[in-house]
């Protein structure tokens, strides 16, 4: 059973930190593109971040060089550091894991990250 479950959301003011951690369980983590997507009432999921199993990243124009994603194979863990926080980085985010092979993905339940003005 596949389980990706994220940690660290809550409520910030704006120019704070936040770091999100996402532990992956029943997936051979090393070899899957984890990744960052968040998803605000009534629009669209957005990728924020991926990281590729070889530790190549991308970044969403947006928090390009505000946040950064990481990963700890050993401990099966994606990180996503958010620095200088604005009111529009108010949204659910959501881990991911898309398998080399045959492209499946894995989502997690989501957490609440909350910026205020």
């Known amino acids: 059973q596949v389980r990706l479950v994220e940690s660290g959301g809550g409520l910030v003011q704006a120019g704070g930190s936040l770091r999100l951690s996402c532990e992956a369980s029943g997936i051979i983590f090393s070899s899957n593109t984890m990744g960052w997507y968040r998803q605000a009432p009534g629009k669209q999921r957005d990728v924020v971040a991926t990281?590729?199993?070889?530790?190549?990243?991308n970044y969403a124009d947006s928090v390009k060089g505000r946040f950064t994603i990481s990963r700890d194979n050993a401990k099966k863990t994606v990180y996503l550091q958010m620095n200088s926080l604005k009111s529009e980085d108010t949204s659910v985010y959501y881990c991911?894991?898309?398998?080399?092979?045959?492209?499946?993905?894995?989502w997690g339940q989501g957490t609440q990250v909350t910026v205020s003005s």
């Open positions: 990281i590729s199993s070889g530790g190549f990243t």
């Open positions: 991911n894991a898309r398998s080399q092979v045959g492209n499946v993905n894995y």
